[in-house]
């Protein structure tokens, strides 16, 4: 992997990821763009504990172009976009309108691949090896920054789940706090530990796979079920078997065999409604542990894992989360868990 570092016409860093070593990355973003202006600030909720990013810049951010004026496509025939280049592997920069920024924290967008008409899915495994990489290197750098306490690479897909751009992409979080979920894992793998002396990550991996209904894919260093009290209609999470606390401390082994595990995953997540319905809406969320550790916690006793699910729950229909789950955060889930993974296995990619 040979990656670059630029920027663009308004300061904000760029940075090429490619498979290629002789390639030259010397495109100048020659767009009059004024400097980034954010609005972004934390607030605690003073009842729950928790932190809301207030971000009213966002309003004015890019909502579903056309696709001859992606901002997301390389920049062609006399049309400058985010990627000054005429063609990329693939390509990371700073968000124009970031939920979070400066003392409050980093956001980013990763373009997976040029082709404006693809998906992560379609993505080759050298391909999907290279996001990979660039997903390590970006949590590596962005643990460095002062402000940034939890790293957070996700992907949103479909306009059902909120997607303005159609382009593949994902994006990473650099938080200045350790996100609420993570703060309960902690507390379960906490109280755990003291109950029982065991990590409770390896037991709930060990449990999944020895009673193996809801197990939907094991490779030799991977493993990716349904959770036994799943939130969502069809939700998958993914650990390497070996248990490692965030994407750098991943072994040669399981980044060589994740591109082949999780193209597998996406592709059936579109099959699961058949062959006349739409893509799949998911989001794909990676659960990395806080850069520091929280209170008596090592942050090596966390466990790395993605966590894959759509809100649809059947043909033609979605899951809202409604009066039980928005407003008490009691989710209700009308497909168990056993069912999901069943019918995952059942649509095995050709």
Known sequence: MKKTSTRLADGRELLYYDSRNDLVRDAVDPRPL???????????????????AIASHRQARTYHPPADECPLCPSRDGRHSEIPADDYDVAVFENRFP???GA????????????HDASFADLDEAQAALVLEAWTDRTAELCELPQVEQVFC?????????????????QIYGYPFTTPRTALMLRSLAEHQERTG????????????ADGARVVLEGEHWAAFVPYAAHWPYEVHLYPKKRVPDLRALGEDARTEFPQM???LLRRFDRIFGPDEPPTPYIAAWHQAPVRGVGAVHRGEF?????????????GKLKFLAGSESGMGVFINDVPPETAAERLREVASE
């Not at 894992?305 to 759509?310: A, D, N």
């Open 303 to 315: 466990a790395l894992h993605l966590e894959l699910f759509t809100i649809r729950r059947t043909s």
């Open 154 to 170: 996700f992907e949103n897909r479909g306009a059902e789940i909120g997607v303005t751009l159609g382009h593949p992409h994902g």
């Open 34 to 52: 004024d400097p980034v202006s954010t609005a972004s600030e934390v607030r605690r909720d003073p009842l729950l504990g928790d932190a809301v």
């Open 198 to 209: 065991r990590n409770l990550f390896d037991d709930v991996v060990a449990g999944e796979l």
């Open 99 to 101: 939920s979070l920024a």
């Open 104 to 115: 409050s924290g980093r956001c980013e967008v990763v373009c997976f691949t040029s082709d």
């Open 262 to 264: 999780y193209l597998e």
